[in-house]
């Protein structure tokens, strides 16, 4: 009988799906919708800084949201892709995954994490995920995955040059016709004290005519005052509603990572 040799059975290798941004950003919205929050938009200017970011922490050996020798950050990528942002956050992750879901189930499962994910203040979203083709010869690839997440600046537009210049020129015009106001005061309070010492009666009858057109002349100009101060009052509401928006949009501006 021919000797029949011994197999040993392989063990099974570990079957591992082709690591992608795609899906992953598609399961991170599944976990998000799950919790009744919006999913997330998928933005080319966040996912062109994931990928300088995981690319950054390939090139130059670290593994932090920090770049140890530059003093780069998150944010700085974000910027540097032209995306003006209002609230960021990041998550990274570096091993052997197997599967999309490996990572972002390890990322819902850390807290901190799982808090960037769910920011019901974020609004889009950028991803990568890149091997490390720097690993030494003989140890298992490494991939880094980087999720970014943003929310843009809304429109903090400042009150513009034409709005200052039509405040100021009420301002101007509203001084003007209040001067003139005083003016025309003066002169028939000083036309009263002529009339009122006046001892020919003629000359009198023929001041007291001047005075009540003058009188007439007054009043026309104070209503015409009041109401140039009614248009400069709703003009500077305006403007500094304008301020006050400006200003609360600048303040809302945050930046976290994880």
Known sequence: MPDHQKTIPRPPGIISEKL????????TNEYRISLGLPP??????????????????IKNSYYAHVNP??????????????????TYAENIAMGNFQSNRHIVDGWINSPGHRANIVNPDIREI???????????????????????????????????????????????????????VDDKRRE????????????????????????NR???????????????????KLVVQAYNKKVNEYNACMQTDSFVFK
């Open 126 to 180: 950028g991803v990568a995920i890149i091997k490390d083709n720097l690993t030494p010869l003989g140890r298992p690839s490494v991939y880094y995955g980087v999720q970014l997440f943003a929310s843009p600046m809304p429109d903090c537009s400042r009150p513009s040059n034409a709005d200052k210049a039509l405040l100021q020129d009420m301002q101007r015009r509203n001084d003007d016709i209040w001067k003139r």
């Open 69 to 86: 020798v530059t003093g780069e950050n998150p944010g700085d990528a974000i910027t540097q892709a032209n995306y003006q942002f209002r």
């Open 40 to 57: 997330l938009r998928e933005n080319f200017q966040l996912t062109h800084a994931a990928e300088y970011r995981a690319n950054d922490m």
């Open 20 to 27: 992608n941004a795609s899906d992953i950003v598609k399961l």
């Open 214 to 232: 003058q009188v007439g002349a007054f009043n026309s100009l104070a209503a015409e005052a009041k109401g140039m101060q009614e248009s400069l």
């Open 188 to 211: 028939i309070e000083n036309l009263k004290s002529r009339i009122d010492r006046e001892t020919n009666t003629a000359t009198r009858n023929r001041l007291i005519p001047d005075y």
